[in-house]
């Protein structure tokens, strides 16, 4: 289970609102003084910021800091899909425009929109993954 404290922003009917920042090892290092990503990911100040709804039966108050987890399976399911579906599909529709054309307009156009539709395949099955329970962050315990 991936693990990551939080703090509790609010608590309502047994629904917690947290959130918790990402982890970057850009701008720990020694060069972070001299390096241009470090620069980069410094401008958008709420950067990594991220706010999750979790079911406790706990009450908790504002403030509170707790661990929240979520598992391995879900997190490599949506990696995969958000990738690997969309490259794949890039390749694919490549191979396959070879065989139907030769004009490159039309290669063109045929792997664009192939790509695209895997976009939409993706967000669609990712709202549909997003109902499940094992793909929401679960309490694990109260830090504070």
Request: net charge positive; proline share 2%; aromatic share 6%.
């Amino acid at each position: 289970m991936l693990r990551e404290s939080a703090v509790v922003i609010s608590y309502e009917n047994g629904i917690a609102k947290v959130k918790c920042q990402s982890q970057s090892a850009c701008g720990q290092c020694a060069a972070k003084n001299s390096c241009g990503t470090s620069s980069l990911s410094e401008l958008n100040g709420k950067r990594g910021e991220h706010i999750f709804n979790v079911e406790t039966l706990m009450p908790l108050r504002e403030g509170q800091i707790v661990e929240i987890g979520l598992k391995e399976k879900s997190m490599l399911l949506s990696a995969l899909l958000m990738y690997i579906a969309p490259l794949l599909t890039l390749v694919l529709s490549t191979l396959i425009s070879d065989y139907i054309s030769h004009n490159e307009i039309l290669r063109t156009i045929l792997i664009f929109f192939s790509t695209a539709i895997s976009f939409i395949v993706v967000k669609i099955y990712s709202r549909n993954l997003a109902q499940k329970t094992e793909f929401h962050p679960t309490l694990l315990r109260v830090l504070s």
